[in-house]
């Protein structure tokens, strides 16, 4: 398996993407919608897509690419996942907290990924053999419990307020009180990357999907983090530092299934 050229792979196409973010950046871009107003979208998510799919295409070719705007083409035993813009609604606003998310599966098994943030111009890159930021080893260290921990994390989202009503801002309640600090950046890959960099010590999200969490997970687990959830199936995840206690956080009753 050569999870170097796949890791390659993925940060090139990464990379491609950034001049056009960086650019378009505070262009405050027209905004159209996809489920609903809390779900936005710009041309420049398919377009960033659009050059990711070619570096893949033309470097890779023969596998699956699973994007966010362009859906699931081709097939293969390799599998990319692709999120042009992680963070859409904080890039069209011009709020500097969005990534390009790209990771690369082999019969199910996640092996490359990459988080680059292109305003920062930092670039996370995991692989079998072990997880970096610009090319310099992280580990993912921090708190060790809730009274000294930074929480990231966007819930409840409009579809944890609908499921779960009141008990969904009561469970926000205790997260606030719990955590020394809690923040909703609004990038699941990025708050993964953060959390694999020990510059975050828990992340927590929910309805997430592959293209979102699918580099951010292999990032922790590979920095010594831990993530919790299928980082190839839609659903909740949870990550934290290595050493955090979360038997006794109050992160313990949302732990996924």
Not at 54 to 79: D, F, K, Q, W
Not at 171 to 177: A, E, N, P, S
Request: with cysteine.
């Amino acid at each position: 398996m050569d999870v170097t050229g796949l890791l390659d792979t993925a940060t090139e196409a990464a990379m491609a993407a950034g001049p056009r973010l960086r650019e378009a950046f505070r262009s405050r871009p027209q905004i159209t919608t996809k489920r609903d107003f809390h779900d936005p979208v710009t041309e420049h998510d398919r377009a960033a897509e659009e050059t990711i799919r070619a570096v893949i295409t033309a470097r890779r070719p023969g596998g699956a690419i699973v994007g966010e705007e362009g859906g699931e083409t081709g097939s293969g035993e390799v599998r990319w996942y692709v999120d042009p813009i992680d963070g859409t609604a904080n890039f069209a606003a011009g709020l500097p907290f969005f990534c390009v998310s790209i990771a690369a599966s082999v019969r199910g098994e996640l092996v490359a990924g990459v988080v680059y943030d292109p305003i920062r111009e930092d670039m996370f890159t995991a692989s079998t053999e072990g997880a970096w930021c610009d090319g310099k080893p992280i580990r993912s260290e921090g708190a060790t419990r809730d009274r000294e921990a930074m929480l990231l994390s966007s819930y409840p989202t409009p579809l944890d307020l609908e499921a779960e009503g009141e008990e969904a801002l009561r469970r926000y309640g205790r997260f606030v009180g719990s955590f020394a600090a809690v923040r909703r950046p609004g990038s699941a890959a990025l708050k993964l990357a953060h959390v694999a960099a020990g510059w975050s010590d828990a992340a927590y999200g929910t309805h997430s999907h592959p293209w979102d969490v699918a580099a951010g997970a292999l990032l922790v687990r590979q920095a010594g983090g831990v993530y919790l959830g299928d980082p190839l199936a839609k659903g909740d995840y949870l990550a934290h530092v290595g050493g955090f206690d979360l038997k006794n956080s109050a992160l313990a009753e949302v732990l996924p299934g």
